[in-house]
């Protein structure tokens, strides 16, 4: 044991002596969980990376689905649940309470060699900020439906937030139920195509597994026990012996499947034109799931998977389509970033604060690499700011790291006048070379000015909706307020503060 953990030390030296080292007796199974954590440490490839969002109506299933997928890859030892408040991201006092999400939170875990940043966003229209900002910097996200709801008032709202950033999308439909109606309910209101790419196996208290179109695959979990936590499920080929009713429901699927993909993707309409014309049954896998992910990138079609997140069925699946057909960090085109070539370039998207560490800011890094012990440029303040140190979040929890490269989601200490939606980079010298590329390019091409600005776009906050008066108990108590509301002001941008100036109280105004 200590042999193992010496060579860890020597690796992760950057790490403090107390993340090893708090307890000598600690046992095998909690050393084995603080090597498997380390690997979320190193950095993977960009091609790797997925920063995904969860988003959905209230109660869908969000935190819940969330929490199964970070047991799956091997995160958490214990399965959480929204009822009984013990859920992960779900940390705050107020959430645990109510059993609602109220501020997203960000977690970092692996799943078969991709990295993912994996942001769980509130459900109520109350806190739709959050959404929007979390949506801001992402590259993909999970839709959440109850099955048998369809799409709800929230699930419209939050699905023209991904339109209006060009996320693409995968739909989840939770709480299997009715099938046809949630598909239905995704074309006519959502105005969607809906790419089905399982179908299931059984319904209700009776769902059992589905069948993988893409493969032609059962994936059955059997519910040996009521403690069954779903990590074990079979997957075996399709054939002739099967139920007749699932076997005739998935041939005809999948051939509306191929033929769905054909209509919106060219080059699969074309190597079936070719090769697979009097056979479309001898399609190869790997050929149509490279067609779904073409059409999902291009925002063409949504696919959609099944499960029971509550009864531990259809999350693994979930979690191999998300790294299938969501976009890597590099997939995503944002044309004001190439003017930055390999310098840094990071947008601030939310501010929280810690009473031992003060303000704590999330930036998704677009361009160059992020270090800790540096001073950052903040274009928006037009200020130079020093970063102490760099954190990969773990919803509460986090692991310091000493530099963090592109296409990742950071958390940062020591940025004390950045806000959400402010553009950090190297230096003032970067920004100003960046401007020039652009203005060269705007002078050379297109028109003039076009490609000028160099600040990424931020967030928009929507207008107050919600007005009240407060004051302090006492006098004695005003310096206190004053502070308690210019850190709320920093964590929640709708929040806007006024000084009546005929009773001079405070006036808040808050926006959903």
């Given amino acids: ?74 995160y958490i030892r214990a399965l959480g649940d929204v009822d009984d408040g013990d859920t992960v991201t779900d940390f705050m006092a107020q959430e645990r309470e109510r059993g609602i999400t109220i501020q997203s939170a960000a977690v970092t875990f692996d799943w078969k060699s991709h990295r993912i940043n994996l942001i769980d966003t509130p459900g109520h229209v109350d806190f739709t900020l959050e959404v929007e900002r979390a949506l801001r910097v992402l590259d993909g996200a999970v839709a959440v439906f109850d099955a048998s709801a369809g799409v709800e008032a929230q699930t419209l709202t939050v699905w023209r937030q991904a339109e209006k950033h060009h996320v693409p999308c995968i739909c989840f439909l939770n709480k299997m139920d009715n099938l046809g109606f949630s598909i239905q309910s995704i074309r006519d209101k959502l105005k969607a195509n809906p790419v089905l790419l399982q179908t299931p196996i059984g319904s209700g208290k009776n769902f059992t597994g589905v069948v993988d179109l893409i493969t032609n695959q059962k994936l059955i979990w059997k519910q040996k026990s009521v403690g069954d936590d779903g990590r074990a499920y079979e997957v075996k080929p399709l054939n002739e012996l ?97 003017w930055y070539k390999d310098d840094l370039c990071a947008l601030a998207f939310k501010v929280l604060h810690d009473k031992q560490r003060g303000p704590l800011v999330f930036l998704r890094i677009y361009s160059g690499t992020l270090k800790a012990q540096t001073a950052v440029h903040n274009i928006n303040r037009n200020s130079i700011e020093r970063m102490s140190r760099l954190l990969v979040p773990f919803a509460d929890q986090h692991v310091e790291i000493p530099s963090m490269p592109a296409g990742n989601i950071a958390l940062t200490v020591g940025l004390k006048q950045t806000v959400t939606g402010d553009t950090i ?51 004695a108590k005003q310096a206190d307020l004053e502070n308690a509301l210019n850190c709320l002001q920093r964590e929640d941008p709708s929040l806007k503060v006024r000084v009546d100036p005929d009773s001079g109280q405070k006036c808040r105004h808050t926006a959903p």
């Fill in 242 to 338: 099967d139920d007749a009713a699932v076997l005739q429901e998935a041939k005809g699927a999948r051939s509306a499947l191929i033929e769905q993909v054909a209509d919106l993707d060219d080059e699969f309409a074309e190597l079936l034109l070719n090769d697979f014309i009097e056979n479309l049954d001898a399609v190869p896998s790997i050929k149509l799931q490279a067609a779904v992910r073409r059409v999902t990138l291009a925002r063409k079609g949504v696919p959609v998977l099944l499960g029971s997140s509550l009864k531990n069925k259809g999350v693994q699946p979930l979690l191999d389509a998300i790294t299938a057909y969501l976009p890597a960090p590099n997939e995503r085109h944002h044309d004001l970033v190439q």
């Fill in 425 to 475: 980079v190297l230096s003032k010298a970067s920004a100003a070379a960046a401007a020039r590329r652009a203005q060269n390019k705007a002078d050379t091409g297109k028109k003039r000015g076009e490609h000028a600005s160099v600040i990424l776009s931020g967030v928009e906050v929507p207008d107050p909706v919600f007005f009240c008066t407060i004051e302090p108990p006492t006098m």
């Fill in 1 to 74: 044991r200590c042999r193992v953990s010496s060579h860890i030390k020597r690796q992760y030296s950057f790490l403090p002596d107390s993340y090893f080292y708090s307890s000598f007796f600690y046992s095998i199974h909690m050393l084995i969980d603080e090597v498997k954590s380390l690997r979320t440490v190193v950095n993977p490839d960009i091609s790797k990376i997925r920063n995904i969002g969860i988003m959905a109506h209230i109660d869908a299933g969000k935190t819940t689905t969330t929490e199964r997928m970070l047991y799956y890859s091997g």
